[in-house]
Nanobody
Framework: QVQLVESGGGLVQPGGSLRLSCAAS????????MSWYRQAPGKERELVAH???????NYADSMKGRFTISRDNAKNTVYLQMNSLKPEDTAVYYC?????WGKGTLVTVSS
């Protein structure tokens, strides 16, 4: 069964950091590009960051310099390190592989 399970969300103060994890199972993880998306209340889902099977990365403009996507193929896990968090980063964050979505993890940035 192909599955993506996110974890690591929570409440953090502005300026703080969080690291999200996405554990993958049921497919050859190392062969696939992976992405993080997010959806804020009342807004459309948007791409946050993308990493290819070879480790090349790209980011949405508003996340560049603050967020870092990485992967550990030995652990079948993709990560999203988020620094300098802002209230507007509040959203449900989703892990994605082509045609597959996780259930998401909620990140709330608030004082």
């Amino acid at each position: 069964q192909v599955q993506l399970v996110e974890s690591g969300g929570g409440l953090v103060q502005p300026g703080g950091s969080l690291r999200l994890s996405c554990a993958a199972s049921g497919f050859i993880f190392s062969a696939f590009a992976m992405s993080w998306y997010r959806q804020a209340p009342g807004k459309e889902r948007e791409l946050v960051a993308h990493i290819t099977s070879g480790g090349s990365t790209n980011y949405a403009d508003s996340m560049k310099g603050r967020f870092t996507i990485s992967r550990d193929n030995a652990k079948n896990t993709v990560y999203l390190q988020m620094n300098s968090l802002k209230p507007e980063d509040t959203a449900v964050y989703y892990c994605n592989r082509i045609n597959i979505w996780g259930k998401g993890t909620l990140v709330t940035v608030s004082s």
